[in-house]
T-cell receptor
Framework: GDSVTQMEGPVTLSEEAFLTINCTYT??????LFWYVQYPGEGLQLLLK?????DKGSNKGFEATYRKETTSFHLEKGSVQVSDSAVYFC???????????FGKGNQVVVIP | DAGITQSPRHKVTETGTPVTLRCHQT?????MYWYRQDPGHGLRLIHY???????DKGEVSDGYSVSRSKTEDFLLTLESATSSQTSVYFC????????????????FGEGSRLTVL
């Protein structure tokens, strides 16, 4: 079935550092890909999305490119801020499928 | 604001007692979901609904039932709560744009934290 794999473990980095969170997926068709963010004490909210190969999603300085050849959708930000501290989830949705499959999430902690 | 309200937001109960969590939406969306969030597991789908009285199981449905008697409310029931059901439960709806159901974009409630002693 469809699945999403995120890199293990929390990510701790200093303010203004470069952030990368890896996400790879397994799907039978042509899924849409998403990054969701969860701030402390809140529900998840959509950060960005891409619906076809080579699309780049971007929002709030974050970017991710849909790479069909490597089945990846890595999240990047060039200069993180303390306010970016949150849990980040990669997710996919197959066309015609009403469900969203989530990765396990990565806790990101940005230190001043 | 997607107009999603979860209740209760926090609940502590004892093993063996029934528990019902409510998700209420104000925007007439067709698709509604219940997820649970646990450390090391991310979000896992419990049940979802694609219309009034139309529901289906997710990947972790054992021990849970749902009901949707009207569009705006989606209830999650634990008939006999167990300690393994201690979790944070999130309701979500699938958004629409121009009358068309969006692919994948979900709007989440703020969660209901359930502790089963």
């Amino acid at each position: 079935g469809d699945s999403v794999t995120q890199m293990e473990g929390p990510v701790t980095l200093s303010e203004e550092a470069f952030l990368t969170i890896n996400c790879t997926y397994t799907a039978t068709g042509y899924p849409s890909l998403f990054w969701y963010v969860q701030y402390p004490g809140e529900g998840l909210q959509l950060l960005l999305k891409a619906t076809k190969a080579d699309d780049k999603g971007s929002n709030k300085g974050f970017e991710a490119t849909y790479r069909k050849e490597t089945t990846s959708f890595h999240l990047e930000k060039g200069s993180v801020q303390v306010s970016d501290s949150a849990v980040y989830f990669c997710a996919l949705s197959e066309e015609g499928n009403n469900r969203l499959a989530f990765g396990k999430g990565n806790q990101v902690v940005v230190i001043p | 604001d997607a107009g999603i309200t979860q209740s209760p937001r926090h609940k502590v109960t004892e093993t063996g007692t029934p528990v019902t969590l409510r998700c209420h939406q104000t925007e007439n969306h067709r698709y509604m979901y219940w997820y649970r969030q646990d450390p090391g597991h991310g979000l896992r789908l419990i049940h979802y609904s694609y219309g009034v009285k139309d529901t289906d199981k997710g990947e972790v449905s054992d021990g849970y039932s749902v009901s949707r008697s009207k569009t705006e409310d989606f209830l999650l029931t634990l008939e006999s709560a167990t300690s393994s059901q201690t979790s944070v439960y999130f309701c979500a709806i699938r958004g629409t744009s121009g009358g068309v159901t969006n692919t994948g974009e979900l709007f989440f409630g703020e969660g209901s934290r359930l502790t089963v002693l």
